[in-house]
């Protein structure tokens, strides 16, 4: 018998599947119940493709909150605006509950800009964690995770070292970022099909996109006066994330000083390694959670970059690195066998 049960409420789309996969191969969790309203009646473990209980099926996103009786614990899957109804009556039952959305990762007061909607449980806004463990430590004992965004899981764990530690202004950061496809989810549409998106990179929600105010406030809690351009990309690969950021540097900031500020940060860290920034690159993340960073500076400018899988790092993997930790294991348990998907 594993010691979690597990919920995965959105078990279908990317995000949701690679995280069912993950509890079910852990060697501490099971798959309590996934919920698909496309795949209900289905075999979990068929759809997820690893060896699960063949009884296993997808129910229907509106049997969550009942079949929550079962887990010990849920992740969402699920869209922002789904999310910040599911969370409030999960967590409130005692189970631990991490978000992979975005519904509670800003204040109160940005939702109706950057997401469209007016939040209903503003309450819940300030005892979500927000799980980037590297830079914030381990969720505190009963609080929900608000797992991180792909975006900002790249950027902040490139720049954010080097803003906390004074050597790079706060004002004017520069976030340019390229992502595979399934960053947008599991869509239809011309502008998702290959024959659109092959041999294509193209920018979108250009001064828009819903991570440009999460990047803001994330870097926010490490120095004062943050303002941030961020731009994102699209491009032809099925998964990866690079992002390259732009700062100014500040006295004392030298090339030497910047690469030791990295190495210095992730010197003990399960999953983010510092190299020189022209080896950080998506073929050596992608299929696993680790993240690559790396930086340089002239008199002029900082530049740092960050590498993930946006699936892993960047969602699924990082919230059951959120969930060991919540448990008290190794932040790897269940992650530190992952191979990178290229030769």
């Keep these: 018998m594993k010691d979690l049960r597990v919920g995965v409420i959105g078990a279908s789309g990317y995000s949701g ?37 063949d009884s296993l099926r997808f129910v229907p996103n509106a049997a969550a909150i009942e079949r929550a009786s079962e887990s010990d614990a849920v992740l969402l899957a699920t ?5 910040m109804q599911l969370l409030p009556a999960l967590a409130a039952r005692g189970l631990q509950v991490i978000d992979l959305s975005g519904a509670f990762r800003l204040a109160q007061g940005d939702y109706p800009r950057w997401y469209g909607f007016e939040h209903t449980a503003p309450m819940w806004l300030p005892r979500a964690h927000y799980g980037l463990p590297e830079l914030f430590g381990s969720p505190p004992v009963g609080a929900p995770v608000a797992n991180p ?9 490139a720049i954010g070292p080097l803003l906390r530690s004074g050597l790079v202004e706060a004002a004017g950061i520069v976030v340019d970022a390229k992502s595979g496809v399934t960053g947008a989810g599991r869509q239809s549409g011309d502008s998702y099909s290959f024959v659109e998106v092959d041999e294509d990179l193209r920018a979108y929600k ?33 998964r990866g994330l690079l992002a390259t950021c732009y700062a100014r540097p500040r006295t004392g900031a030298s090339a030497g000083r910047i690469v030791e500020c990295l190495r210095d940060t992730y010197a003990r860290s399960a999953f983010v390694r510092a190299l020189p920034p022209d080896q950080v690159m998506l073929k050596r993340v992608v299929g696993t959670n680790a993240c690559h960073v790396g930086a340089t500076a002239d008199d002029d400018v900082v530049v740092a970059i960050g590498a993930i899988d946006n699936l892993l790092k960047g969602a699924a993997g990082q919230a059951i690195q959120n969930l060991n930790l919540m448990n008290g294991w190794d932040e790897a348990s269940g992650l530190d066998g992952l191979q990178r998907v290229s030769p």
């Design 17 to 53: 599947s690679v995280a069912a996969r993950l509890v079910a191969t852990h060697p501490r969790m099971s798959v309590a119940f996934a919920t698909s309203d496309k795949l209900a009646g289905e075999s979990v473990a068929l759809h997820l493709g690893v060896r699960a209980d």
């Design 149 to 157: 965004g792909c975006y900002p899981t790249a950027a902040l764990l």
């Design 79 to 83: 869209a922002a605006e789904v999310s």
């Design 206 to 238: 250009v001064l828009s996109h819903q991570h440009t105010p999460e990047i803001t406030r994330g870097l926010s809690r490490l120095g004062e006066g943050v303002k941030v351009t961020f731009t994102p990309h699209l491009t032809a690969v099925k």
